[in-house]
């Protein structure tokens, strides 16, 4: 998009919706927390044609938005600007916050000279695209999101419990897998995301009750552009917390809110189109092993699964998430139509053939997950390797936990993995890992109620 023309969609934003008075800048920071500028209206046309600046320093900021000097992206560079430019599409309305009178627009980080900020999520899959572009290929992706309702109020020790049901007023305590009355308990929550997202042009598939109380997940349909993709996930994100607020309750997307229940996850399918517009994965006789390509796709995720926990599971709760028997996978693994497995394999028709990798949770940031499944993806292809044959039954009962629950391997790992470097982008790569390091240092500080329980009385 032009810059004329860029100017031109703001323009035509400003007179379909003449109550808009404020506009969130919005860029994900590493842990897809969605920082940026708040506008007034009369500056709308000004970001468009100038950009905005930020420090380079967003990038370095922890969980709790305390810059970490070890990134270098702090003062030792003197936490100096770049710009920020606007995402061509995203400009639409908020209809949650303030009654419809506020808006968003996404942006992206650029050095001062127009490259990329290697340090953006966004432009971290942008780079990792262009490997996929040399080759004639197109990833088709789509998220699949895991979240939790909670209630606002903690209970009597102060920790998070499940909401009272709008439609009962009484509290969940079980299950209710694929449960449609609960969704009619929610309807109103879940209709006014459906609505919003459609003002935002979010493509939104389907809505489920998950496996645990208050836990739910929502799908976004496939699409052919990754870049849109991760933006529409991040979106979503933001949305539903804000909807669930209207309604007197959160949303989390913590991987284990609750230790004894279901963690939340983020699944991802992809497949890949030829320039022609073929799905590379599927096999012109149906073959059930698929395509060399399918099968290269799946022993790429393999071979970097191990490196890529730490951004699979970015951060102190999520390691919890990984427990037998709650259908997160624990070693790299694959199979057909098995959800035992790390990567499946759906049924369905064959020109429909993809990969759902099932590993990363629901905290992840969804730029930084698409940018290392597809790098994974692609160094499959580039290596031409092969994968084991595939899991048939329970991989639990099959296979040895051997995906890392500890956080610190899981950076180890990362740290030492040169294909990530590579792909992903070396001063990408550092930032990081050092970011990631230096707060589960501040994690090791804090000393929790359990082990004041456990231990100080009894060592």
Request: aromatic content about 8%; glycine content about 8%; hydrophobic content about 40%.
């Amino acid at each position: 998009m032009t810059p004329a023309s860029a100017q031109a969609e703001a323009r035509s934003f400003l007179e379909r919706h003449p109550d808009t008075e404020s506009f969130d800048l919005l860029i994900s920071d590493l842990n897809g927390v969605m920082r940026g500028k708040r506008i007034p209206r009369d500056n709308l046309i000004k970001a468009y044609r100038n950009g905005i600046n930020l420090p380079a320093s967003l990038f370095a900021l922890d969980i709790n938005g305390n810059t970490i000097e070890e990134t270098g992206l702090g003062l030792s560079s003197g936490d100096s600007d770049r710009v920020c430019w606007p995402i061509p599409g995203s400009l639409h309305p908020t209809p949650w916050l303030r009654e419809g009178r506020q808006a968003q627009l996404l942006m992206t980080m650029e050095e001062l000279d127009g490259n990329p900020f290697f340090a953006d999520p966004r432009q971290v899959l942008r780079r990792v695209l262009d490997g996929f572009r040399t080759r004639g290929l197109t990833p088709v992706v789509a998220l699949e999101l895991e979240f939790y309702l909670v209630d606002r109020r903690r209970d009597e020790l102060g920790l998070a419990q499940p909401p009272r049901s709008p439609g009962t007023g009484e509290r969940a305590t079980q299950s209710q897998l694929y449960s449609i009355n609960e969704l009619d308990e929610y309807a109103d929550f879940l209709e006014e995301i459906q609505q919003a997202a459609a003002e935002q042009g979010l493509p939104l598939d389907t809505a489920l009750k998950e496996c645990a109380p208050g836990q739910f997940e929502i799908n976004l349909i496939h699409c052919n552009d990754a870049l849109r993709a991760g933006d529409s996930a991040v979106l979503l994100k933001r949305l539903i917390k804000g909807v669930a607020l209207n309604h007197g309750f959160e949303a989390t997307f913590m991987a284990k809110p609750y230790g004894d229940e279901a963690g939340s996850g983020a699944h991802v399918h992809i497949s890949l189109l030829d320039e022609a517009g073929n799905n590379v994965f599927a096999d012109a006789d149906e073959d059930p092993l698929g395509t060399p390509a399918l099968r290269q796709g799946i022993a790429g995720m393999l071979a970097l699964m191990p490196a890529s926990m730490a951004i699979f599971a970015p951060n102190l709760n999520s390691y919890r998430r990984f427990q037998a028997g709650l259908y997160v996978p624990m070693a790299p693994s694959w199979g057909y139509d098995n959800r035992s497995v790390a990567v499946r394999i759906p049924s369905g028709p064959n020109a429909a053939r993809r990969i759902e990798h099932r590993v990363a949770g629901a905290d992840a940031n969804p730029y930084l997950l698409l940018a290392t499944l597809l790098a994974s993806v692609l160094h499959g292809l580039k290596s031409e390797l092969t994968p084991p044959p595939p899991i048939e039954g329970n991989a639990y009962e099959q296979l040895e936990p051997t995906l890392t629950n500890s956080w610190q391997r899981a950076l180890d790992l990362f740290a030492e993995n040169a294909v990530l470097a590579e792909t992903l982008g070396r001063d990408f790569h550092h930032v990081f890992h050092a970011n990631r390091l230096a707060e589960r240092a501040e994690t090791m500080r804090t000393v929790s109620n359990l082990e004041y329980d456990w231990y100080l009385r009894h060592v």
